[in-house]
């Protein structure tokens, strides 16, 4: 059964930081895009973050850019996003997405993603 469980949510003060981890179950990372989804209230759903398969390349949006890293750990199956300098703004349902790897593009567009986590809520509090 494929399946993404997010964890690290939670709250925090505007200024903190946060590590979201996202566990893979049931496909072997290493041929898989993946990366990071967010939804704050009223607005779309926006790409955060993505990286390729062998981790060499990376896209952030530019809201995060400077703030936000992403990392890939194939040896755990697990993919991770540290969020440092957190603002209110980055309040929001962070989602795990992957996606077979047919080449090193990066796609942003969610109709790319086939698979989903459930979310993870992040508030930041001014």
């Known amino acids: 059964q494929v399946q993404l469980v997010e964890s690290g949510g939670g709250s925090v003060e505007s200024g903190g930081s946060l590590r979201l981890s996202c566990e893979i179950s049931?496909?072997?990372?290493?041929?898989?895009?993946v990366g990071w989804f967010r939804q704050a209230p009223g607005k779309e759903r926006e790409a955060v973050a993505i990286?390729?398969?062998?981790?060499?390349?990376?896209y952030y949006a530019d809201s995060v850019e400077g703030r936000f890293t992403i990392s890939r750990d194939e040896a755990k199956n697990t993919i991770h996003l540290q969020m440092d300098s957190l603002e209110p703004e980055d309040t929001a349902v962070y989602y795990c997405?992957?996606?077979?790897?047919?080449?090193?593009?990066?796609?942003?567009?969610?109709?790319?993603?086939?698979?989903w986590g459930r979310g993870i809520q992040i508030t930041v509090s001014s």
């Open positions: 049931g496909f072997t990372l290493d041929y898989y895009t």
């Open positions: 990286i390729n398969t062998s981790g060499c390349c990376t």
């Open positions: 997405v992957s996606s077979p790897a047919y080449s090193d593009t990066l796609p942003t567009f969610r109709e790319h993603y086939p698979t």
